[in-house]
């Protein structure tokens, strides 16, 4: 139990908690410096911006967990990856496994979601489609868009990772 706490004790709003996807700080050729102050900067622009770029989710996907509230990136992400199935087999399978971990009352890592969102996914993965949580799933993104987003871009791990670009950047120009 004590160790259980001292985790939780030890929540960290710092960039060294996801410095681990980013290149190493002592390389400095272009290949391994992937990220720009332009592309760290525009995460700030939109939500789109932020989750499309490989880094961006990462950091913001590593915030959640520091804030033990990655469900939802984590439920998106899932969603995402649903939509690619071709497979009606696989469809059938993954939308059981979706709903178990993330929709289903007292899931593991249940979302966020009201009674008829809930029930009328339920419904809807009776017979899935590549479609049948897109409903939930703008649900989802809404909330994070909305809450999650704004806190992440207030946090000091991102304000962290746009000076580390930024440094970064003034090196390379030098």
Known sequence: MKTRLGCLSRKSDSYSDFSEFLPPAHETTARCLKLSTDEVVRWSESFD???????GLAAFRTFLKTEFSDENIEFWMACEEYKKI?????LVSRANKIFKEFIDVQAPREVNIDYRTREKTKQSLEDPTPTSLNEI??????????????RFLRSKMYQDLVSRAHAQGQRRSV
């Open 86 to 90: 071709k497979s009606s087999t696989k």
């Open 49 to 55: 911006h932020l989750l499309a770029h490989k880094y």
């Open 137 to 150: 799933q703008a649900k989802v993104y809404s909330l994070m868009e909305k809450d999650s987003y704004p």
